[in-house]
């Protein structure tokens, strides 16, 4: 899951518009049902902060198995 960010032109006003999508084109199905003709100048692509968060956490957790494992080589070495 990403949070998408766009900057449009809807042909009266520039707006920014974000929202949390699978992918590009979830995105750009959004913004076509809800703004129909626009310009888009410029979007971004982040992940969301769940997904920032389990990345973390798999992080943390391989950094402490990784641990682990080396003070049992130390012990019985």
């Known amino acids: ?19 949390d999508y699978e992918d590009k084109a979830q995105f750009d199905a959004f913004l076509n049902a809800k703004f129909g003709v626009h310009v888009c100048m ?5 992940p969301t902060q769940k997904v920032i968060d389990v990345m973390l956490q798999v992080t943390l957790v391989a950094k402490e198995n990784a641990s682990n ?3 049992l080589k130390a012990k019985y070495s």
């Open 1 to 19: 899951m990403f949070t998408f960010s766009a900057l449009i032109y809807d042909g009266y006003k520039q707006q920014l518009v974000t929202g």
């Open 42 to 46: 410029w979007t971004a692509k982040e």
């Open 69 to 71: 494992k080396l003070n």
